[in-house]
C-alpha cells in the first residue's frame, strides 16, 4: 500500500470548515483513499473513501486531485466532538488490514 | 446502530499469564481483525480473520498470540503468557465483506501487564 504525508497537527475555529490534507504521490491505480478518525483513545471510526471521484456523506466531503497524488478531508462545520486523530489511509481494492500512519492531530477550539 | 462489542474494558494481569479478549462482531460482517495500539503509538494491525481462518498476519503476531471464533458471534485473541510490552490497546473490527468496504471498530480493551 502505498504511504501517506500528513501535517502532524491543525487548529481549526469551531464552526469553520476543517480542511486536511494528505499528500499519496506514489499512490497506484486500484488504491483507494479512506479517511479515519480516532477521539481519544477510542477505537478508529470510518470517514469516508474515495477513489478518483469526490465523495461526500453526512460527515465529510473528500476532495482528491485529478493526478490523485492528494487529497483533502473538509468538515465543513467543525464542533469540538471533531477533535481527534485523523488518518489517511490508501489502500488496494481487495486489500485486507488498515495501515495507520500517525495521522494529523485536528483540535478544535471554541 | 449495530456495533462491535469488546469486553472486559480494561484488564490487568500479571506477566506470564494467559488472557482472552473478547469481541461480537457486528452479526452479519465475514472479515475480522485485531489491532493493537501502544499508549502513544500508532494503531497496529495484528491480524485478521475470514472463513474460519487466519487469512493475514503482522510480524507482532507471534506464537503467544492465538484468535479463534468459536461460535457465531465471538470472536477472541488470547495471549497465552503475556509479557510488560504487550500493555496497549486492543481493538476489534469487523468488515461486511471483503473489498471497498470501512470497518467498524470497537471501543477497545486496554490490557495493562504488571
Known amino acids: 500500500d502505498a504511504k501517506t504525508t500528513q501535517p502532524t497537527s491543525m487548529d481549526c475555529a469551531e464552526g469553520r470548515a476543517a480542511n486536511l490534507p494528505c499528500n499519496h504521490s506514489?499512490?497506484?491505480?486500484?488504491?483507494?483513499v479512506y479517511w479515519y478518525r480516532q477521539i481519544h483513545s477510542q477505537g478508529p471510526q470510518y470517514i469516508i473513501h474515495?477513489?478518483?471521484n469526490n465523495e461526500t456523506n453526512e460527515m465529510a466531503s473528500l476532495i482528491i486531485t485529478e493526478d490523485r497524488k492528494s487529497s483533502t478531508l473538509i468538515l465543513p462545520h467543525a464542533t469540538l466532538r471533531d477533535t481527534a486523530v485523523y488518518y489517511c489511509?490508501?489502500?488496494?481494492?481487495?486489500?485486507?488490514?488498515?495501515?495507520f500512519g500517525a495521522g494529523t492531530i485536528l483540535r478544535v477550539k471554541s | 446502530e449495530p456495533e462491535v462489542t469488546q469486553t472486559p474494558s480494561h484488564q490487568v494481569t500479571q506477566m506470564g499469564q494467559e488472557v482472552i479478549l473478547r469481541c461480537v462482531p457486528i452479526?452479519?460482517?465475514?472479515?475480522f481483525y485485531w489491532y493493537r495500539q501502544i499508549l502513544g503509538q500508532k494503531v497496529e494491525f495484528l491480524v485478521s480473520?475470514?472463513?474460519?481462518?487466519?487469512?493475514?498476519k503482522s510480524e507482532i503476531f507471534d506464537d503467544q498470540f492465538s484468535v479463534e471464533r468459536p461460535d457465531g458471534s465471538n470472536f477472541t485473541l488470547k495471549i497465552r503468557s503475556t509479557k510488560l510490552e504487550d500493555s496497549a490497546m486492543y481493538f476489534c473490527?469487523?468488515?461486511?465483506?471483503?473489498?471497498?468496504?470501512?470497518?467498524?471498530f470497537g471501543q477497545g480493551t486496554r490490557l495493562t501487564v504488571v
Open positions: 489511509i490508501v489502500r488496494v481494492e481487495y486489500g485486507n488490514k488498515l495501515v
Open positions: 506514489t499512490i497506484s491505480g486500484n488504491e483507494y
Open positions: 474515495g477513489l478518483k
Open positions: 452479526s452479519n460482517h465475514l472479515y
Open positions: 480473520f475470514y472463513n474460519n481462518e487466519i487469512s493475514e
Open positions: 473490527a469487523s468488515n461486511p465483506r471483503g473489498g471497498v468496504t470501512e470497518a467498524f
